[in-house]
T-cell receptor, first 114, second 111 residues
Framework: DTEVTQTPKHLVMGMTNKKSLKCEQHMGHRAMYWYKQKAKKPPELMFVYSYEKLSINESVPSRFSPECPNSSLLNLHLHALQPEDSALYLC?????????????FGPGTRLTVT | SQELEQSPQSLIVQEGKNLTINCTSSKTLYGLYWYKQKYGEGLIFLMMLQKGGEEKSHEKITAKLDEKKQQSSLHITASQPSHAGIYLCGAAMEYGNKLVFGAGTILRVKS
């Protein structure tokens, strides 16, 4: 089973709201990733967690706050977002953070900021 | 990403025809990944290449990594409507599984 699940599928939020995106995998993977994909663009890496610790933060604004409560779960907390943050947010996981381990992606959360 | 050039940008082929998508980097690639995406959906993992000269096949799709590990190609034989979608190459260019993606190739298959 190579399934990564993401909830919700769609999210509409105002600029003053606080919301969270959730990602889950049960493959025993120890690395988890958040990517942002704008329309007609490739995914761009935001954060990487390895063994539940934040390993990479690609200079993402603090209005995005990741959290990894356990090895199966990854959250992305959203606060005071801007309309330009509207995008498809993709979660991925891999067995390890080292090169050579394929990353499996979830279906994404389509976020619209109004 | 300009670090990874993908071509062509889009492709329309007649069902049954073969096609090739290329992915080129100016830097050595530690790992090269091919994914397929339907618009607005997640990425589906196709293949991963690491060694220079490596070639992998799955059903009608073959991917190769050149000896210098700077260029990869994805070849589809006898294309079918189910092959339609966006093909993305992703590369790990430094230690760690931090992927940079090419701009993608939109493939349409006419039946």
């Amino acid at each position: 089973d190579t399934e990564v699940t993401q909830t919700p599928k769609h999210l509409v939020m105002g600029m003053t709201n606080k919301k969270s995106l959730k990602c889950e995998q049960h493959m025993g993977h120890r690395a988890m990733y958040w990517y942002k994909q704008k329309a007609k663009k490739p995914p761009e890496l935001m954060f990487v967690y390895s063994y539940e610790k934040l390993s990479i933060n690609e200079s993402v604004p603090s209005r995005f706050s990741p959290e990894c409560p356990n090895s199966s779960l990854l959250n992305l907390h959203l606060h005071a977002l801007q309309p330009e943050d509207s995008a498809l947010y993709l979660c991925a996981s891999s067995q390890d953070i080292s090169v050579g381990y394929e990353q499996y992606f979830g279906p994404g959360t389509r976020l619209t900021v109004t | 990403s300009q670090e990874l050039e993908q071509s062509p940008q889009s492709l329309i082929v007649q069902e049954g025809k073969n096609l090739t998508i290329n992915c080129t980097s100016s830097k050595t690639l530690y790992g090269l990944y091919w994914y397929k995406q339907k618009y607005g959906e997640g990425l589906i993992f196709l293949m991963m290449l690491q060694k220079g000269g490596e070639e992998k096949s799955h059903e009608k799709i073959t991917a190769k990594l050149d000896e210098k590990k700077q260029q990869s190609s994805l070849h589809i034989t006898a294309s079918q409507p189910s092959h339609a979608g966006i093909y993305l190459c992703g590369a790990a260019m430094e230690y760690g599984n931090k992927l940079v993606f090419g701009a993608g190739t939109i493939l349409r298959v006419k039946s």
